[in-house]
């Protein structure tokens, strides 16, 4: 798997990076997001959203509480939250199967909770503290349909 870093001091820097990954992206795609609690899943979920097309306007929240939030943009999204689970299983896999398969791109915070039922091929994108405000951003991409991505959203060092 390949993989590409970048390191973000901000809360705007992380959306600006999300919203770089949104703008590759394309129906069918599923995006796993990982990372401690405040590390900026939601906020970099937010930026793709707004590469992936939502109008600013449009507020993007973390459906920790309801599972999933759905979106229209360029391609629709479908925005998952295993906060709240130990493990997916039974209903909520079949939600999260049925979002994999569908013809719109699927964000999942928490998605190590699950992680034996994403697809494989997928983007993972962990997000590290390194500081109040910094982040480490490791992006990976599995298989042929992600080949690409990478070198479409651009490499920078990390500290």
């Known amino acids: 798997m390949k993989t590409s870093s970048f390191k973000s001091n901000s809360p705007a820097e992380t959306k600006k990076i999300g919203q770089k990954i949104g703008k590759e992206l394309k129906a069918g795609d599923v995006v796993a997001l990982v990372g401690k609690l ?22 993007v929240l973390s ?5 999933i939030h759905e979106y229209e943009g360029r391609e629709k999204i479908y925005h998952m939250d295993w ?16 979002c994999f398969n569908s013809d719109g791109v699927t964000l999942v ?3 190590e909770r699950g992680r034996d039922i994403f697809p494989r091929d997928h ?24 080949k690409g991505l990478l070198d479409s959203i651009g490499k920078t060092s990390h500290g």
């Open 83 to 98: 906060y709240r689970l130990q493990s997916v299983e039974g209903s909520d896999e079949m939600l999260a199967e049925e």
């Open 38 to 59: 405040g590390a900026g899943k939601t906020t970099i979920a937010k930026g793709i959203a707004r590469g992936l097309g939502v109008p600013d306007e449009e507020d």
């Open 63 to 67: 459906p920790s509480f309801v599972l």
């Open 123 to 146: 983007i993972r994108i962990e997000l590290e503290h390194k500081g109040p405000t910094v982040r480490l951003i490791k992006v990976s991409a599995r298989g042929k349909p992600h």
């Open 109 to 111: 915070e928490w998605a």
